[in-house]
């Protein structure tokens, strides 16, 4: 297990995956899903990528265009449809943006971001793993196993094997490693997979 550096508020997980991200970009845009306040955006704007990102929040979107001026960003709920326009992205990013929902809503959205990807084309994800306590996956109301209501919200929590299901079909599973985030004001513990459009 990777342990953050406390000194660090900002979170590069991204910089190893560049190059990768770069060479499906040469299929199409990166689509960033939840892109919040546009951190990871501006790094995938300085790697030379075409971005359309979108959030449920219209005050992050407004900061994150402010923040990333050469994106096309969009205010909108992951269970619409993606603001695509007809473009095929190469690659999707979904940083913890993929866990507030039902599994059977879970697995439809995964489903979506495959079925939007050219084959061979590239999701980068991460996903709220099931020891991560300091930010919910303990002491709240459980609403079904490794989902939580956790301040009013509901919150989704994922295992190894979780994982491995949410992406059988179709997809081939590049890397997927448990590992500690340092951003946030304790250490946040996640699943981060780098997955392949396969069929």
């Not at 660090?8 to 299929?27: F, K, Q």
Request: aromatic residues 8%; charged residues 25%; hydrophobic residues 40%.
């Amino acid at each position: 297990m990777n342990r953050p550096d406390p000194s660090e508020s900002r979170d590069p997980w991204l910089a190893r995956w560049l190059p990768l991200l770069r060479e499906a970009g040469r299929l199409g845009p990166v689509l960033e899903i939840g892109c919040g306040e546009g951190e990871d955006s501006v790094e995938l704007l300085g790697a030379g990528l075409e971005l359309i990102a979108f959030d449920l929040s219209a005050d992050s979107i407004a900061a994150a265009a402010r923040r990333a001026p050469g994106g096309k960003f969009h205010c909108r709920d992951v269970r619409q449809p993606f603001p695509l326009d007809g473009v095929r992205p190469g690659a999707v990013v979904a940083s913890l943006s993929l866990h507030y929902f039902p599994w059977d809503e879970t697995v439809g959205i995964a489903e979506r971001i495959r079925q939007c990807l050219p084959p061979g084309g590239k999701l980068l994800c991460r996903l709220n793993a099931a020891d991560d306590h300091h930010y919910g996956a303990s002491g709240h109301p459980e609403i079904a196993q490794d989902y939580y209501l956790v301040d009013g919200a509901p919150k989704r929590f994922f295992n190894e094997r979780a994982v491995r299901e949410l992406f059988a079909g179709g997809w081939r599973i590049l890397s997927l490693e448990h590992r500690v985030s340092g951003k946030y004001a304790l250490p946040k513990a996640l699943w981060e997979a780098v997955l392949e459009r396969s069929s």
